[in-house]
């Protein structure tokens, strides 16, 4: 049964700069957010290395800002990085926060805002709870085309004591701006490309089916499976596609607004003990379990997974649900093929350990409360059962 919300608050950064050379407009977003001194850059050695850090200080080199650096930030960050990073801020007296480069560095940087002002346990801000407090102001500058951490209220971080990887949410992590430009995406290479785009796929479709859908994450949502589905192939042809690497990257960031306004269902509720516990990276756990859990979920709603199918091409506009159904779940285990999405056994996940966390990632999974948003809400076994399939599946249709 969908929960119908009559009318819903949503709240999204004050300022997007969008498409081509958007980041040289990073002094005016900064001055347009007004009376900061003394910004923090958070992001990884990456970045570093491929020159983009050096590019941000030559533009910013025109005002009278005092620039740091914190570039320690590692994929599926823990609290014992954002702590190192609230430690700069406080050594440094930054007074807002710069995250630049794909969901990792954007997710510490929300952190670190909250945590130099408030509770510096994670536990805090675990959910049901939201966290709506005004930490140090957050500019957001997505490299990746994926998460669509630059407009969502969440923030996901590992708490480093139980592996936990929790997804913290709350007004208090919606950046003040983010700067959308795609031209920082070119230098990604082909597995960050798919994983990054298939992230943004599954944020769409659990946005979708999701409880908590709304007329207003629908129209995003559909909006993104189609310039996901419409690109992903181009970009993988040929990756200066300066085109379809623009479609993408807006599908990231209307991805990002249309979960962050509705939810994300079972597909990350399971990927994320995925990547917690055997370092399996985010978009590409989304992508292994993606086809199995559309296959389970599929009946609970079948006529707008037979949306999801139409809109993306899987399908003809005239199919009926059955048919378009049918050919979404063939649809996504043949991306999963053509793009080389490993499975979990493949991806050389250890299998005695994955036996042994089987439970506890199905627990953790149930923990999130995600699972309750999806169309067709599985018990701890079934969700066992689900991991068993994505161990190994056979890419079989219902
Ligand atoms: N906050 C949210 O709303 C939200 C939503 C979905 C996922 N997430 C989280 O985001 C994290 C994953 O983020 P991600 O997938 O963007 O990747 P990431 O930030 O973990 O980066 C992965 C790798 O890609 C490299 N990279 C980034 N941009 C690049 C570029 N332009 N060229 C070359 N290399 C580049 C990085 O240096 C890193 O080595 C996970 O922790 C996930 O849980 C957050
Ligand atoms: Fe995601």
Redesign the pocket.
């Known amino acids: 049964m969908l929960m119908r919300r009559d009318n819903v608050r949503v709240c999204i950064p004050r300022f997007l700069q969008i498409g081509k050379g958007s980041l040289s407009e990073l002094p005016n977003i900064i001055s347009s957010i007004g009376n900061i001194k003394s910004p923090l850059i958070v992001t990884?050695?990456?970045?570093v290395a491929?020159g983009y850090i050096d590019k941000i200080k030559t533009i910013l080199s025109s005002t009278n800002l005092v620039i740091s650096v914190f570039d320690e930030t590692l994929?599926?960050?823990t609290d014992t990085v954002v702590l190192k990073g609230v430690e700069l801020v406080h050594k440094n007296n930054s007074d807002c926060v710069i995250g630049f480069?794909?969901?990792?560095?954007?997710?510490t940087a929300?952190a670190i805002s909250a945590m130099a002002k408030f509770s510096k346990n994670i536990q805090d801000y675990k959910p049901p709870g939201t966290f709506d407090k005004q930490g140090l102001p957050i500019i957001a500058i997505?490299?990746?085309a994926?998460?669509?951490?630059e407009v969502?209220h969440?923030?996901?971080i590992i708490d480093s004591r139980n592996k936990e990887?929790i997804s913290c949410r709350g007004e208090g992590?919606v950046p003040q701006a983010a700067i959308v430009d795609y031209e920082?995406?070119?230098?990604?290479?082909r597995r960050?490309t798919i994983?990054?785009a298939m992230?943004t796929l599954t944020?769409a479709i659990e946005a979708y089916v999701s409880k908590k859908a709304t007329p207003f994450s629908d129209r995003m949502a559909l909006d993104t499976i189609r310039l996901v589905t419409n690109n992903i192939y181009k970009v993988d042809k040929d990756p200066k596609d300066i085109k379809a690497r623009e479609e993408l990257m807006l599908a990231a960031t209307l991805g990002?607004l249309a979960f962050?306004n509705a939810s994300i269902c079972l597909v990350h509720a399971m990927s994320?003990p995925l990547?917690s516990n055997f370092k399996i990276?985010?978009?590409l756990s989304n992508a292994m379990l993606l086809p199995t859990i559309t296959e389970f979920s599929i009946l609970s709603a079948q006529n707008k997974y037979a949306e999801c199918s139409r809109v993306g091409s899987f399908s003809l506009k005239d199919d009926n649900d059955e048919i378009a159904c049918k050919k979404l779940i063939d649809g996504l285990y043949k991306m999963n093929k053509d793009f080389d999405v490993p499975s979990i056994k493949t991806f050389g996940t250890n299998q005695k350990e994955f036996e042994r966390e089987l439970e506890n990632m199905a627990k953790d999974a149930e923990i999130s409360g995600a699972p309750n948003l999806n169309p067709r809400v599985p018990s701890v076994e079934e969700m066992i059962i689900l991991y068993r399939k994505a161990w190994e599946p056979l890419g079989e249709s219902c």
């Open positions: 990884d050695k990456q970045m491929l994929p599926d960050p480069g794909g969901g990792s560095p954007i997710d929300k997505p490299t990746t994926g998460t669509g951490s969502t969440h923030a996901v990887k992590f920082l995406t070119m230098s990604k290479p960050l994983d990054n992230d944020h990002g962050t994320r990547g990276p985010h978009g």
